[in-house]
């Protein structure tokens, strides 16, 4: 995958986030614009974006009845974004519907991805809303279900990246978040996932926050992270 780093915009004012954006080369990354910034600054700031050059994933996760989801996304589309996601839990219907929406963009069209479960969902919090599957066994029957749609991938996590690369060949895409190097974990005593080794496990895109945002020179560190990921793909 070309410009594999997406870089996550998680700000809480438009200013900041065109801060950011002037010290970033689109030829060199994505960006990610999710609820926050998307509340704070609407659909006009997703068409700023993309007219500085910048291919942007609209992570706004759809979650409804198949034919409001799939307007939605054609409203999406027409923004221009280059990805968007829904949430594989709203179903067949409604993940079949949201690709035939979009399929009449032709080669325009955005890559559709689904968010399998969250990764703040542990298996007792599924076990509270129903589900009596470990997260990775939940995760893998969303995957398989969004695959069978016809959808472009998921979101997942780097832990369960190279289950899902395995069970889903080398075509369906896999977006991993929370990437971060060693001396990014600030003292944090769990294991972090790099982005070499995250790429390893089978991603094809890493979404990317803080070691980039508040960096003191933010292209600097997205040299880096796009130099530790080279030869890897």
Known sequence: MEKPIIIAMDFDTEESALALLDQLDPQKCRVKIGKELFT???????????????????????????NTVARASKVAADLGVWMLNVHASGGRAMMEETRKALAEYGNDKPLLIAVTVLTSLAESDLKEVGVDRSPLQQVSKLAALTRDCGLDGVVCSAAEASD?????????????????????????????????????????YLVVGRPITRAESPLQALDEFNSAVTGIR
Request: no cysteine.
């Open 164 to 204: 899902l690369r395995a069970e889903s060949g080398s075509d369906f895409i896999l977006v991993t978040p929370g990437i971060r190097r060693p001396e990014d974990a600030m003292g944090d005593q769990k294991r972090v996932i790099g982005p070499a080794e995250a790429m390893r496990l089978g991603s094809s």
């Open 40 to 66: 704070l600054a609407g659909p006009q700031f997703v068409r700023n974006v993309i007219g500085r050059g910048f291919d942007v994933f609209l992570d706004l996760k759809f979650h409804d009845i198949p």
